[in-house]
Structures are given as C-alpha cells and as structure tokens.
C-alpha cells in the first residue's frame, strides 16, 4: 500500500524531532542525511525537513501550547514519542494554516497508533483538541 507524501513526511518529521529531542540540536546539520536514506521521494523529504525545523525551532511556543493543554503533566512525563507527536502537530496546528486542523489531529492520531502505546491515541487526541481551543481563543488560528 502507497503512504500518502504527507502522511510519510509527518512520520520522518516525527523521527527527526525525536531525534533531537534525544539527542539535541548538535544533529541538525544532519537531519537532510537522515531524510535521504529514509525517503526517496523528493516532496516528502521537503515537508518533513520544513516541519522539523520549523518545529525545532518554536520549540518553546510549542511545548508551552502542549503544557498549557495537558492536565497535571509536566512535558518530562511524556514519552518522547509521544512528546514528539504532540510538538510536530502543535508546530503544524499554529504555524502551518494550509493544513486544516482536523487533517493535523487525525494525523497525529495515526502516528501514535502507530509509534506509541495503546492509550497514546487517545491521550493526543485530548491534547491537541485543548490546543486547537486554545489557538482559537487566542485568535492564532486562521481558519
């Protein structure tokens, strides 16, 4: 079965802030290396060098949305799985208005079905729709 470019690019996203995460921002300079020997389409390795940096790079804004929507969880708790999956579709939900908001949270849903543990879907789920509130009130979501 044919993964959708979008679809790829989010997991090696995903990967990538993993990555970093664990191993810090020294691995940057070769994340396109990484997005190379993983992909070979040329789209899907675009987008996901896109949303890696742009998350990495609003990291704090990120994480501060997914702090300020979890309840009684500090980001060290979280798997970095998960953590990863909830800053990537933070990134998108804030930054990347040509996304609908409902594609970023069934995505994320997908990839903690897929990556992380049973109740991690679930768990995303909540997270990010306390997020997306969160942007609307604030009037950081454009659509």
């Given at each position: 079965?044919?993964?959708?470019?979008?679809?790829?690019?989010?997991?090696l996203a995903?990967?990538?802030?993993?990555?970093?995460?664990?191993?810090?921002?020294?691995?940057?300079?070769f994340l396109?290396?990484f997005?190379?020997e993983?992909e070979?389409?040329?789209l899907?390795?675009e987008?996901?060098?896109?949303?890696?940096?742009?998350?990495?790079?609003?990291?704090a804004?990120?994480?501060?949305?997914?702090?300020g929507?979890?309840?009684?969880?500090q980001l060290?708790?979280?798997s970095p799985?998960?953590k990863?999956?909830?800053?990537?579709?933070?990134?998108?939900?804030?930054?990347?208005?040509?996304i609908?908001?409902r594609?970023?949270?069934?995505?994320?849903?997908?990839?903690?079905k897929?990556?992380?543990?049973?109740?991690?879907?679930?768990?995303?789920?909540?997270?990010?729709?306390?997020?997306l509130?969160?942007?609307?009130?604030?009037?950081?979501?454009?659509?």
């Open positions: 079965m044919q993964v959708d470019k979008r679809t790829r690019a989010r997991e995903m990967q990538a802030l993993y990555q970093l995460d664990v191993q810090g921002s020294d691995l940057l300079e396109g290396r997005f190379v993983n070979p389409d040329d899907a390795r987008l996901a060098s896109h949303w890696t940096k742009g998350a990495w790079e609003n990291l804004q990120c994480d501060e949305l997914i702090v929507s979890t309840i009684k969880w060290s708790r979280l799985v998960d990863s999956i909830l800053r990537l579709a933070a990134y998108q939900l804030r930054f990347c208005p040509d609908p908001p594609v970023v949270i069934n995505e994320a849903i997908e990839l903690a897929k990556f992380s543990s049973d109740k991690s879907p679930s768990f995303v789920n909540g997270v990010l729709d306390a997020v509130k969160k942007l609307k009130m604030e009037g950081k979501d454009n659509r």
